[in-house]
């Protein structure tokens, strides 16, 4: 039996027709923030939490994919989270890889892309296997980017992009004086896609924990008071409809 079934909580969003109503943002990020308090409240194990969140992430990934978002950018697993106990670590491995083995098919319907942004070195090589083999058999599709943030750490990310870009004056092929934005925005796992118009943190917390550092520098920032395994369609639905409602000055007037 497939680990995820496909249209859990299928609660009643508005789906397409919000792309009439609301001018969409291009680029979501969501911090899947909240599943460790939801198992607690429950008097649950942490990983039920996980498992509970793992089935949202995917009813949300495809809604967001029917509303019209064309790339969203999920904190699945951070730099920092190595930190929790052993068990937890291991549960959540686990969980990426049921979910990475299923997932060849998942998304296919929606013809989602699947990325994966972080340093996939640091996970186990039947796991990193899985993420290029995910990455590769869904390349080609025409719908939206799904980029899963999985030992990423946008300090990292930032001190890899230095490093490329070092690493390429010591060479010869770049001086310093052609360093600018752009150029570092092309050396982030994000290179070529718009930053994040709209981040959204369900749990209350107002934190932005190492996520997207440099491309949010102008995003929208939507906090929810929902764990993230109760989050539903309606809540983004919501989210967007904030989204909307805000006047975008990029530091202007
Ligand atoms: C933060 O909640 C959540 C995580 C560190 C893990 C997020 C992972 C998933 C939702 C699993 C699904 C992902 C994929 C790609 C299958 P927390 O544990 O910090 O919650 P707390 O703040 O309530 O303790």
Redesign the pocket.
Same mark, same amino acid.
């Given at each position: 039996m497939a680990l995820f079934g496909k249209n859990k909580k299928d609660d009643s969003g508005a789906g397409a027709a919000l792309a009439q109503e609301l001018v969409l943002p291009k680029h979501v990020g969501i911090?899947?923030?909240?599943?460790?308090?939801?198992a607690?409240q429950r008097g649950l194990p942490?990983k039920a939490?996980?498992r509970e969140?793992?089935q949202?992430?995917?009813t949300i990934t495809r809604y967001c994919s029917q509303v019209g978002i064309r790339y969203l950018t999920?904190?699945?697993? =951070?730099t920092e989270?190595w930190k929790?106990p052993e068990d937890e670590v291991g549960a959540?491995m686990g969980?990426?890889k049921s979910?990475l083995k299923e997932a060849l098919e998942d998304f296919q319907d929606d013809d989602i892309v699947v990325r994966f942004i972080g340093d996939k070195s640091g996970f186990s090589p039947e796991l990193q296997a899985l993420m290029d083999e995910n990455e590769e058999s869904s390349k080609n599709r025409p719908g939206m980017v799904l980029n899963?943030a999985?030992n990423y750490g946008s300090r990292d990310e930032i001190v890899r992009a230095v490093k490329n870009i070092c690493a390429k004056v010591e060479a010869g092929s770049l001086r310093a004086a052609d360093v600018t934005e752009q150029l570092v925005a092309d050396h982030l796992y994000t290179a070529g896609q718009p930053d994040p118009d709209l981040i959204i943190r369900p =749990?209350g917390?107002y934190r932005i924990s190492n996520f997207m550092l440099w491309q949010s520098a102008y995003t929208e920032f939507v906090i929810m008071n929902k764990?993230?395994p109760d989050f539903t369609k309606a809540d983004l639905d919501e989210a967007l409809r904030i989204y909307a409602s805000r006047n975008r000055r990029y530091g202007g007037v």
């Open positions: 911090i899947m923030d909240g599943n460790g308090r939801w607690k942490r939490g996980h969140g793992a949202t992430f995917r999920v904190y699945a697993f =951070s989270n929790r959540l969980l990426f979910y899963i999985m =749990s917390e764990l993230w």
